[in-house]
T-cell receptor
Framework: DAKTTQPTSMDCAEGRAANLPCNHSTISGNEYVYWYRQIHSQGPQYIIHGLKNNETNEMASLIITEDRKSSTLILPHATLRDTAVYYCILTSGTYKYIFGTGTRLKVLA | GAVVSQHPSRVICKSGTSVKIECRSLDFQATTMFWYRQFPKQSLMLMATSNEGSKATYEQGVEKDKFLINHASLTLSTLTVTSAHPEDSSFYIC??????????FGDGTRLSIL
């Protein structure tokens, strides 16, 4: 079973920030938090990952709480092309990804 | 960036035939590749882990004689669905691991068994 819990769906207005939460209360000390998204009928696309520090790249920001039991993916200015299912995944040395149900983000014009 | 190519993208075949799906890492060597399947409106389910030069490791409930995996080189892994039946119809996705980098996914193969 997946070790993460995400809301089933969210809506976001185009141009606004999309904040996608993920709970991972049983995370281990050596587990990273990875975020991917899947646009319909395509393979998942890597977005960002982190261990305990907040991270930012050209696509998004990742905020991890101090106790590491939850995190938030932030898309700063959502566009229609960001409509997708977003997955939060924990992984360690085995590199295996166990996908949860993800959050279906719909960006509204 | 790293690219993983999957072929074919779509295949339709008759019940009872075997189907081979290829997964290639185009610009890096992948010591480990993974195979997933995804049913409509569901999440990805890990089927097996494929290591170059060794036998694949299958997840619980996945029949290794049904889903044959071969990882003969550092850039190619194949999944063969043997004696496919309609219940095997699904979206099959591979991913490749480049050392400590995030997994890179192919664009999937939609398999339809008539």
């Amino acid at each position: 079973d997946a070790k993460t819990t995400q809301p089933t769906s969210m809506d976001c207005a185009e141009g606004r920030a999309a904040n996608l939460p993920c709970n991972h209360s049983t995370i281990s000390g050596n587990e990273y938090v990875y975020w991917y998204r899947q646009i319909h009928s395509q393979g998942p696309q890597y977005i960002i990952h982190g261990l305990k520090n907040n991270e930012t790249n050209e696509m998004a920001s990742l905020i991890i709480t101090e106790d590491r039991k939850s995190s938030t993916l932030i898309l700063p200015h959502a566009t229609l092309r960001d409509t997708a299912v977003y997955y939060c995944i924990l992984t360690s040395g085995t590199y295996k990804y166990i996908f949860g149900t993800g959050t279906r983000l719909k960006v509204l014009a | 960036g790293a690219v993983v190519s999957q072929h074919p993208s779509r295949v339709i075949c008759k019940s009872g035939t075997s189907v081979k799906i290829e997964c290639r890492s185009l610009d890096f060597q992948a010591t480990t590749m993974f195979w997933y399947r995804q049913f409509p409106k569901q999440s990805l389910m890990l089927m097996a882990t494929s290591n170059e030069g060794s036998k694949a490791t299958y997840e619980q409930g996945v029949e290794k004689d049904k889903f044959l995996i071969n990882h003969a080189s550092l850039t190619l892994s194949t999944l063969t669905v043997t004696s496919a039946h309609p219940e095997d119809s699904s979206f099959y996705i591979c991913s490749a691991l480049d050392r400590d980098q995030p997994q890179h996914f192919g664009d999937g193969t939609r398999l339809s068994i008539l």
